[in-house]
């Protein structure tokens, strides 16, 4: 039997045909590479978005291999019904990592309502025992799970995600000090806002920090306690009243000032000499015959005697 014929006399395939052949079934491995779990669909043990997240990381460590190899990493890593889902796919529909991913999303992906999901994060709150970390991250993940469903929904997500957290935040006393803070320009994204609060956690939890008190708000009442979902434009306010109050006794300080120096200035003798002249006493008008009249004793006009 020559080579290349087999048994019936027909010829074996080349080794580079199949090799493409069985490329499909093939999870490529590479030096250094962690071992990624294939997911089967929805019978699957695992999540797909945690399958998609390893996966994903693994594709971002290699840049260089062309997008077909990309594509065969993604299906190797692929088994049951998910893979016979992709592997059915014409070519070209299967080209490039994005457009399996994107078949994959419609069929495993999360299928929450947007307008679930956004309600979702605009009420997500610290809840009682949470630590700022826990909460921190309990947001992030809500906007991310939301960002991913419609990369739009926000025209400036980075500060979505930092006043929803300010916000959330359970401590009262934390949270209208960021928010004076982001009103000064001192806290503009999400990551100062959270490394704000961990630093004032942490030493609350050493008793270092005290939280800011204004005397002209408070006077002497106790601190309230914390409301989690207390609103958040009344605090505002208040806060905004505090500062128009020093604001006031600053103008009131400078009107005083002015007004004074004003009043020494109208006593001044030389100035009431060129204001005020002196004028000659004892002399009045008559408003009918315009005539000019003098004090008792003073020679004037008199009427003439009646015909």
Not at 124 to 133: A, F, L, N
Not at 233 to 238: F, G, I, Y
Request: glycine residues 8%; hydrophobic residues 30%.
């Amino acid at each position: 039997m020559q080579n290349g014929e087999d048994a019936d006399g027909g010829h074996e395939p080349p080794v580079e045909q199949a090799q493409q052949g069985n490329m499909i079934g093939m999870s490529p491995y590479f030096i250094g590479s962690p071992w990624v779990p294939r997911f089967k669909g929805a019978d699957s043990g695992s999540s797909y978005g945690e399958w998609k997240a390893q996966v994903k990381f693994m594709l971002s460590s290699m840049p260089s291999r062309s997008n077909a190899q990309q594509s065969d990493f993604i299906i190797g890593a692929l088994d049951g019904e998910a893979r016979r889902e992709v592997v059915i796919l014409a070519a070209e529909q299967r080209s490039t990592p994005a457009l399996i991913f994107k078949y994959l999303n419609g069929l495993y992906g999360d299928n929450t309502p947007i307008a679930h999901m956004r309600g979702m994060f605009f009420d997500c709150r610290q809840r009682p025992g949470e630590s700022v970390r826990a909460f921190s991250l309990r947001c992030r993940e809500l906007f991310q799970r939301l960002k991913d469903r419609d990369p739009d929904v926000f025209s400036e997500a980075g500060q979505v995600l930092r006043d929803q957290f300010t916000m959330g935040l359970q401590d009262t006393e934390l949270r209208r000090e960021l928010n004076r803070m982001i009103r000064r320009n001192e806290v503009t994204t999400f990551e100062q806002a959270r490394q704000e609060a961990l630093h004032v956690e942490g030493d609350r939890q050493s008793n270092i920090w005290q939280p800011p008190t204004c005397a002209a708000v408070r006077g002497g009442e106790p601190p309230r306690t914390a409301d989690p979902r207390s609103d958040w434009k009344t605090e505002l306010k208040t806060e905004l009243l505090s500062e128009m109050r020093v604001q006031m006794k600053e103008m009131q300080r400078a009107l005083r000032e002015e007004l004074q120096s004003s009043s020494s200035h109208s006593r001044d003798p030389a100035l009431q000499t060129q204001h005020y002249p002196q004028t000659t006493s004892g002399r009045t008008r008559d408003p009918q015959t315009g005539d000019g009249g003098g004090s008792s004793g003073a020679c004037g006009h008199l009427p003439a005697p009646r015909q």
